[in-house]
């Protein structure tokens, strides 16, 4: 049989009823797989932060010393009960639900308000606990949803194991890939069905070096590491040719098939087709990845893989990111410091805590391209401006479209694509191709983001047949910015 490492996303665990359904009860066989999964839709944005919005969750209220974490942790605990009382109608089922995660909020509580207490003493820094707070805090959604999982699925006859790697046990921590081993070396798949948090304790600290791709990696590394055939990650859309709420669900259709250049372009902008890092630990160890619409379980979603050859000239996706920052320095004496300037500017945008998008450069200028909070991003500009005095030195919003294929003619496709969008209306701000064939981008106005997809998918994409995605309430049917 194929033995296969599963992700589920966490808008797809919100919907647990189509879960059950079309992925855990499935086939015949429930067993040789293995499941990873996300926390439910919106719990990790309100132990954190809103990865959308940046509305402060728990940790940041922590962070920022206020008061109001306590609540802010009560209202999650509100939640998660709310999620128990939908998924088990069985009362005995349910106390032991909110048993498990009422003790992992209690014990977070805690331990949160012990580290302030000791911060009030000037020879304790908030600031060297706050990773620390972080890891644990992010734990909490997937234990919860792990937890709840695997004690429904027993409850129907399937012998399901919780696979707990958050270190909640305090145990010492090892390397991830040590964990791993660890906990599956005593786990026969073919008799049970793991459910592991998509969080994992380990040396290397998963969230500082990570962030919020921390799941994929533990998805990642559980594929490699048990070498799984195939490695299959379950989300609330197809990886389609274009976002439907933009052009319309009746113009868009799945990709089929791709290679992984085009999931790490995807992954640039943002779009959660997967972690590169993730990708790369996949790709070294020749393991394909299927990304399947959970709401569509007898679609095949679409195939990435290394060996893919395509089409030459073939536009698979056009994918984009609004409110992007473009930081642009324009400085005479900058001519032959280029590098310099970079160096410099690239500990600036680090230090923040922005995501680099793309940059470009030219004898006396360079222009970055960033992604984050307007916090982070003012504090770039204002440490930009403080650096460098005598620069000109603007920040603009804009928004950044990728035209996307395994391989493309980067010249055609710059060519069409300025002629297209300047036939909207829309005028670029930059144009930049790489000599890798993947991918092109125009840089345009923000406002212009809506118009500037349109325009590029009617282009390159309608031309070909397309294939309507079925939609329901519980998802869109593409890639969600």
């Not at 893989?305 to 920052?325: H, L, M, R, W």
Request: include cysteine.
């Amino acid at each position: 049989m194929t033995y296969t490492v599963e992700k589920i996303g966490g808008t797809s665990m919100t919907a647990f009823d189509a879960v059950l359904d079309n992925i855990f009860l499935r086939p015949k066989d429930p067993y040789n797989r293995v499941f990873v999964v996300s926390a439910y839709g919106g719990i990790t944005d309100s132990l954190l932060e809103c990865k959308k919005t940046s509305k402060p969750g728990v940790y940041q209220l922590i962070a920022k010393r206020d008061d109001k974490w306590e609540e802010a942790l009560e209202y999650v605990e509100k939640r998660m009960l709310l999620t128990n009382e939908h998924i088990f109608i069985d009362p005995m089922n349910r106390i032991r639900a909110d048993k498990f995660i009422c003790s992992r909020i209690k014990q977070a509580k805690n331990c949160i308000a012990n580290i302030l207490e000791t911060c009030q003493y000037g020879q304790f820094s908030l600031r060297r606990y706050l990773p620390q707070v972080r890891e644990f805090l992010s734990s909490i959604g997937e234990a919860h949803s792990a937890f709840n999982t695997a004690l429904k699925l027993k409850t129907m006859g399937i012998n399901a194991k919780f696979v707990d790697l958050s270190g909640w046990d305090n145990q010492p921590p090892r390397s991830l890939d040590d964990t791993i081993i660890n906990v599956f070396k005593d786990i026969d798949v073919t008799k049970e069905l793991p459910i592991v948090t998509g969080y994992a304790y380990c040396q290397e600290g998963l969230m500082g070096t990570y962030d919020r791709g921390y799941s994929e990696m533990t998805f990642s590394r559980i594929a490699s590491l048990t070498q799984a055939d195939l490695a299959i990650i379950h989300k609330e859309y197809h990886l389609s040719s274009a976002d439907p709420r933009v052009v319309g669900t009746d113009k868009v259709f799945p990709i089929g098939r791709t290679n992984y250049d085009v999931a790490d372009q995807l992954a640039n902008l943002g779009m959660e087709a997967i972690h590169p890092n993730a990708a790369a630990g996949l790709r070294e160890s020749n393991i394909k990845i299927q990304i399947k619409n959970t709401f569509e379980p007898e679609h095949k979603g679409t195939l990435i893989s290394s060996d893919y050859q395509p089409e030459t000239d073939k536009v698979e996706i056009i994918a984009g990111k609004e409110k992007v920052f473009a930081l642009h320095l324009f400085d005479q004496t900058m001519v032959g410091q280029v590098d310099n300037v970079s160096y410099e500017l690239m500990e600036i945008i680090s230090d923040a805590h922005v995501n680099l998008i793309g940059k470009e450069m030219n004898a006396n200028s360079i222009t970055y391209y960033l992604g984050g909070n307007t916090e982070s991003l003012n504090k770039v500009l204002y440490k930009t401006e403080k650096r460098y005095p005598n620069a000109s030195i603007k920040g603009r919003m804009v928004a950044l479209i990728a035209v996307i294929g395994s391989q493309i003619d980067t010249n055609k496709a710059l060519a069409k694509g300025v002629l297209s969008l300047m036939n909207s209306d829309v005028t670029p701000v930059a144009l930049h191709s790489s000599m890798r064939n993947v991918n092109v981008q125009f840089v345009v106005s923000d406002k212009d983001y809506q118009n500037a997809i349109k325009a590029l998918h009617h282009e390159f994409c309608e031309e070909v047949p397309a294939k309507q995605v079925k939609t329901s309430k519980n998802e869109s049917g593409c890639l969600v910015h």
